[in-house]
């Protein structure tokens, strides 16, 4: 039996430490059933989501795993909804949504973010929210990785 402690490691090593197994998922997708559209919309940079983020003219939609979320923290403002729930949440009800998310349901029309760690699962957001009628929804392609280097050195910036 492996320990536990073992396979998160091995789970953080393949989300963080190599592009290879962190794009694992991307065959699985254009063989699946599923028609995925490519999105349209471009990326956000780092100052054109912090802007937004500030004058709160979208939702943010942080779709790592919730280990990840506690482990190495979050962009501020971010609503946590895991890949896996992605298609499921943005299909639900409001009142479900809210008491799952504790935040209103986005409506097709609002702008939507979506992040993970460096742009790959929150790409394949973007194709399921673009694939289910969400037309302004964007991801931020640079993710938790670029986000916490911008941030640490705009804080040693100041200092």
């Not at 923290?73 to 909804?81: D, L, Q, T, Y």
Request: aromatic content about 10%; some cysteine.
């Amino acid at each position: 039996m492996v320990p536990l402690r073992l396979l998160l490691w091995s789970a953080r090593w393949a989300i963080l430490g190599s592009a290879d197994s962190a794009l694992w998922g991307v065959k699985s997708i254009k063989g699946s059933c599923h028609n995925f559209c490519t999105a349209v919309s471009e990326d956000v940079t780092y100052e054109e989501l912090k802007n937004r983020l500030n004058s709160k003219s979208i939702m943010l939609i942080d779709v790592r795993e919730k280990w990840e979320i506690l482990e190495y923290g979050k962009i501020p403002g971010s609503v946590n909804i895991p890949l896996a729930e992605v298609s499921e949440a943005l299909q639900m009800n409001p009142k479900a949504f809210h008491e799952k998310y504790n935040e209103a349901k986005p409506s097709r029309s609002d702008r939507l973010v979506f992040s993970c760690v460096a742009g790959v699962r929150s790409k394949k957001a973007l194709d399921t929210a673009i694939s289910l009628g969400f037309s302004s929804a964007q991801h931020y392609a640079g993710g938790w990785k670029e986000w916490a280097t911008y941030e640490c050195s705009e804080k040693k910036e100041r200092n």
